[in-house]
């Protein structure tokens, strides 16, 4: 039976265009390699170069994060990487340079290090021969950005130990993937594909790269009932989408206008200050029936999957659906300016996540009658 043959013989086992979602429980039967290989390489960029090699690393990468390999499920992975990368593995930033000068400068100035020295310490050599501002100068990438920050903090006594979270860089690889997010899984799960180097380093590889973002993007369990939801959540953290509509539910509750920002509290409920979010639920406290610690230790499982079952999620969702007559979204895309060095346009959560989902849906029109492995 040639390809095209088998493509039509098992379009009927394709899933809907919203993507089949990790299953949480019972998982899949196991895949076969060669199917889910020609079925990533199918979805994959014609022209892209090494094809099979993409393929092959997105085919280990699904198996061990034991994710069904499925139309809408690569797709969500492959729509992420073309929005954040366009498949470069380590892409280049216009600027760079002139970015990365400008921000050594603000934070220096921020410690009140004056300007002549800050460029004193860039000129002194690094371990390659060349000075670190000859090598800033020639940066065109963020893995060339982070080595340089990394050479220089092995040259500065203690650095590594006092200054390795001051990286500036905090993305990488071809799904831009939050580096503190990889080195956070790596500490609740093993990783696969070890290599004897750094977490950071691993993002900036293609493998290691889609690894950590596709746990970011799909390994977790969420309730939503579009990839949209997923997409947002990879820009903004995990369950932003849930929460900006629990937001919404509060301010229709109480008639206070919010921000749906999907924090539920400051700084994840680290400090006792309350935020926006919690002053006005606290304020619903009579009509909840519900006092500020509980209220407090509802919202602090909004990073988590229960947060729906908790009573204040329960109890807003009631109090507002009642006022506003009508059921209210479970999910609604939170309404972020993105803010960065490397952004030189208004662009918000909202815009990267239908960006994706556009994607998303083009691919898998592409993949419809593909072979599911």
């Known amino acids: 039976m040639t390809f095209r043959l088998a493509v039509a013989a098992l379009a009927a086992s394709l899933l809907c265009a919203c993507g089949s979602l990790p299953t949480f429980g019972d998982r899949p039967r196991e895949p076969d390699p060669a199917q889910s290989r020609a079925l990533a390489q199918s979805l994959l960029p014609a022209k892209l170069a ?37 498949f470069r593995v380590d892409p280049a930033v216009p600027n760079l340079a002139k970015i990365a000068l400008a921000e050594i400068e603000s934070r220096a100035a ?11 310490a860039l000129n002194v050599k690094s371990p390659t021969g060349a000075t670190y501002r000859q090598r800033l100068d020639a940066a065109r990438t963020e893995r060339q950005l982070s ?75 969420a309730d939503y009932d579009a990839m949209l939801y997923r997409f947002a959540d990879f820009n903004a953290g995990h369950y932003a989408s849930r929460n900006a509509a629990f937001q919404n539910a509060v301010s229709i509750a109480s008639g206070t206008r ?14 006792e200050a309350a935020g926006e979010t919690e002053r006005t639920v606290r304020a619903l406290a009579p009509k909840l029936r519900l006092d500020p610690a509980q209220i407090r230790a509802d919202l602090t499982k909004g990073d988590r999957a ?5 009573a204040t999620s329960r109890r807003v969702f009631e109090l507002a659906e009642r006022q506003a007559r009508r059921a209210l979204p479970r999910a609604m895309t939170p309404q972020i300016r993105l803010q960065s060095p490397k952004i030189t346009r208004q662009l918000t ?22 072979p599911s492995p």
């Not at 919010?258 to 400090?271: P, Y």
Request: overall charge negative; some cysteine.
């Open 110 to 120: 921020k410690l009140y290090v004056p300007k002549p020295l800050v460029h004193a």
């Open 50 to 86: 090494d094809r099979e090699g993409w393929a092959d690393d997105l085919v280990e990468v699904f198996g061990a994060l034991r994710l069904e390999p499925s139309v809408g499920n690569f797709c969500a992975v492959l729509a992420v990487t073309e929005q954040e990368s366009s």
């Open 306 to 310: 229960d947060f729906d079952s908790t």
């Open 147 to 221: 080595e340089i920050y990394e050479d220089f903090i092995s040259e500065v006594p203690l650095g590594k130990r006092l200054l390795a979270d001051y990286n500036p860089v905090r993305t990488g690889g071809p799904m831009q993937v939050s580096i503190a997010f990889a080195e956070t899984h790596t500490r609740e799960h093993r990783y696969p594909f070890g290599s004897g180097a750094s977490i950071r380093r691993e993002v900036f590889t293609r493998r290691g790269g889609l690894y950590f973002g596709t746990a970011h993007l799909l390994d977790y369990p």
């Open 258 to 271: 919010l921000a749906l920002d999907g924090d539920l509290l400051i700084e994840g409920g680290r400090t």
């Open 349 to 370: 959560t909202d815009w990267f996540a239908r960006r994706v989902d556009e994607r998303h849906r083009r691919c898998v029109t592409r993949g419809t009658g593909a």
